[in-house]
């Protein structure tokens, strides 16, 4: 038995370090991966809010323009009939107002509807966004002079 020897299989060189540097690598690209989503996620909620809030500034705008070509109204209310129109008006304060509907905003336009008779006038403000999409908004409200009592 002293001729016996064990044989023994020859050994691999180890490799120490290789796969602990691959499992890294792949985490980091993961990672990075993971960080890329978010970063277009908050590009497209910034867009998202871009595009809310320029629609909400031009909504106003366009409510500050109705109350103020009504408030023009209650102050000419002997020329009433002066202010309606689709595209155009003989009033000179409602001249000056349509200049500055198509001034504050873009592809802007208004049509005014008055009813002699009774009073009751209907403005509407339409304008564009930079999207193409258009939008509109309308109010009414009734001007009428003192009554005798």
Same mark, same amino acid.
């Given at each position: 038995?002293?001729?016996?020897?064990?044989?023994?299989?020859?050994?691999?060189?180890?490799?120490?370090?290789?796969?602990?540097?691959?499992?890294?690598?792949?985490?980091?690209?993961?990672?990075?991966?993971?960080?890329?989503?978010?970063?277009?996620?908050?590009?497209?909620?910034?867009?998202?809010?871009?595009?809310?809030?320029?629609?909400?500034?031009?909504?106003?705008?366009?409510?500050?323009?109705?109350?103020?070509?009504?408030?023009?109204?209650?102050?000419?209310?002997?020329?009433?009939?002066?202010?309606?129109?689709?595209?155009?008006?003989?009033?000179?304060?409602?001249?000056?107002?349509?200049?500055? $509907? #198509?001034?504050? %905003? =873009?592809? *802007?336009?208004?049509?005014?509807? /008055?009813?002699?008779? !009774?009073?009751?006038?209907?403005?509407? $403000? #339409?304008?564009? %966004? =930079?999207? *193409?999409?258009?939008?509109?908004? /309308?109010?009414?409200? !009734?001007?009428?002079?003192?009554?005798?009592?």
């Amino acid at each position: 038995m002293h001729g016996f020897h064990k044989h023994r299989r020859p050994s691999l060189p180890r490799r120490t370090g290789s796969a602990p540097r691959g499992v890294a690598l792949i985490e980091v690209l993961v990672a990075m991966l993971i960080f890329m989503l978010g970063v277009l996620g908050l590009i497209g909620m910034q867009g998202s809010l871009t595009r809310s809030q320029t629609e909400s500034k031009m909504r106003a705008d366009a409510a500050y323009l109705a109350s103020e070509v009504i408030g023009r109204m209650w102050t000419d209310i002997n020329n009433l009939t002066g202010y309606a129109g689709d595209d155009s008006c003989s009033a000179a304060g409602c001249t000056e107002w349509r200049s500055k $509907v #198509t001034q504050m %905003l =873009p592809g *802007g336009g208004a049509a005014i509807a /008055v009813d002699e008779a !009774t009073g009751d006038v209907s403005v509407t $403000v #339409t304008w564009a %966004l =930079p999207n *193409g999409d258009t939008h509109k908004y /309308v109010t009414q409200t !009734t001007i009428a002079g003192k009554t005798a009592g």
